[in-house]
């Protein structure tokens, strides 16, 4: 991984051109953009940005503000249900967090990058990397009509979330918890978790309380 400042990186990345476009697509106008500093895994491939500028506000207000540029990602949320308890479980993804350090219990997620536009695409390819899980596009459904902000006031985080459901044996789920999968060459160490439903809301991270939250709405009923 490389840190340094690389302008042309920022300017010419689709990241960094979409929160342009949503910026001024709200009446804003973007001045003195300075760019703080690039991390990249090579020398193409644009990872986040730090950014320091003015925003000229529709009311003619001119405020300085910085910014992460990570670009979009999704998220999606298992849903299983076994016939013979008829409860409803979900498996999720355990790995260690650079924000405090702990392990995090997460749903599988993943970011979108320069060369993959399609979400769908995406979100199959974490399912499979992260629960080593095939799912059809057809079983993959959106949990909202677009994506969620997750922290605006620092970052251009916006998240897809989307669910699928099956119905599963209970020795298929319990056989898949703890497994262990993840993408070392990227420094991923994952363990897969099994829970209920009902016990995600207890886990207190976004990933968690928005994914369960959406779900809960889009099937109309509370877990």
Request: glycine share 4%; with cysteine.
């Amino acid at each position: 991984m490389q840190f340094n400042i690389n302008r042309h990186m920022v300017f010419d990345d689709p990241k960094f051109k979409c929160w342009k476009r949503r910026i001024e697509a709200n009446g804003n106008i973007l001045k003195n953009i300075e760019v703080l500093a690039t991390i990249s895994r090579d020398q193409n491939n644009l990872l986040v940005a730090f950014l320091d500028c003015r925003l000229l506000t529709p009311e003619g207000i001119e405020i300085p503000r910085y910014i992460a540029i990570r670009g979009e990602s999704v998220v999606i949320v298992p849903m299983f249900t076994c016939p013979e308890n008829k409860e409803i479980y979900t498996l999720m993804v355990k790995q260690h967090r650079i924000g405090d350090g702990d392990y995090n219990i997460e749903f599988p997620a993943g970011s979108t990058n320069s060369m993959e536009d399609d979400l769908k695409v995406i979100a199959l390819r974490e399912l499979q990397e992260e629960l080593h899980i095939n799912v059809s596009p057809e079983e993959l459904r959106p949990l909202a009509s677009g994506p969620i902000s997750i922290n605006s006031g620092l970052s251009d985080d916006r998240v897809y979330f989307f669910y699928f459901e099956r119905k599963v044996p209970l020795a298929f789920l319990k056989e898949m918890d703890g497994r262990k999968t993840g993408c070392p060459e990227d420094y991923e160490y994952i363990c897969i978790k099994l829970l209920k439903m009902s016990e995600v809301s207890n886990i207190l991270n976004s990933s968690a309380l928005i994914g369960v939250k959406l779900l809960e709405r889009a099937l109309n009923r509370v877990f």
